[in-house]
């Protein structure tokens, strides 16, 4: 399915290269609307992937990883993201964990990505807590942006459940989806307390040491 996709998308970005104010306005905002679909359609087809090799990933750990050094990552990541919306990122100490680092790597990305793109009208404020759960660590990606009516704090972690438009905010709603699936994969759960208004709470456990 990919390679199909990606012709679409080349093609339609060529025609409205060549074409674009050629036509008419009709005939143009036609030709935007082409060229948007054919890039979410690939977007999508990428996160579907993403989803499937983690729930079909192999489950085996090489070793322990520092979700400090992982988090240092995710920030050079988002760098430009945090510098142009005057974000203030924090976060306490956190442990090694006994995951695999491009798990940690994409429960950090989607999480404090969500924290920088549902932001309220003040600078975004972001903080990942840590603290031992029993034989768990249960972490936390703390944001104060718009916040999350309690009635979807369960739908959340579906496939494809938007609770935004995509014309505000892009996106194809699997990013939790695949957050939520990581960590069942490592016996750990996944919840989220929040909101309208008020921010949002995503706390997840994980195997550490």
């Not at 339609?12 to 359609?41: C, M, N, P, W």
């Not at 956190?94 to 790597?105: A, D, G, T, W």
């Not at 995503?202 to 040491?209: A, D, I, V």
Request: glycine fraction near 10%; charge should be negative.
């Amino acid at each position: 399915m990919r390679e199909p996709i990606r012709i679409v998308t080349i093609y339609s970005q060529l025609f409205e290269k060549k074409y674009k104010g050629s036509l008419d306005e009709q005939a143009d905002g036609f030709i935007q609307h082409t060229v948007e679909a054919a890039q979410r359609l690939e977007a999508l087809l990428d996160d579907l992937l993403a989803y499937t090799q983690t729930a079909e990933g192999p489950q085996t750990v090489d070793s322990p990883v520092d979700a400090n050094a992982c988090l240092a990552n995710t920030l050079t990541v988002f760098e430009s993201a945090i510098a142009e919306s005057g974000a203030t990122v924090t976060s306490d100490s956190l442990p090694v964990l006994r995951v695999n680092e491009v798990h940690i790597q994409q429960l950090l990305q989607n999480l404090i990505g969500n924290g920088l793109k549902y932001r309220s009208e003040a600078p975004p404020r972001i903080h990942i807590s840590a603290e031992k759960d029993r034989q768990m660590w249960k972490l936390g990606v703390i944001d104060n942006g718009i916040g999350i009516d309690g009635q979807y704090h369960k739908q959340v972690f579906g496939l494809f459940k938007r609770l935004h438009g995509s014309g505000k905010y892009a996106g194809s709603g699997i990013g939790l989806a695949i957050c939520h699936k990581i960590v069942e994969r490592y016996g750990g759960r996944m919840w989220v307390e929040s909101e309208p208004g008020q921010g949002s709470k995503f706390f997840f456990t994980l195997p550490g040491e």
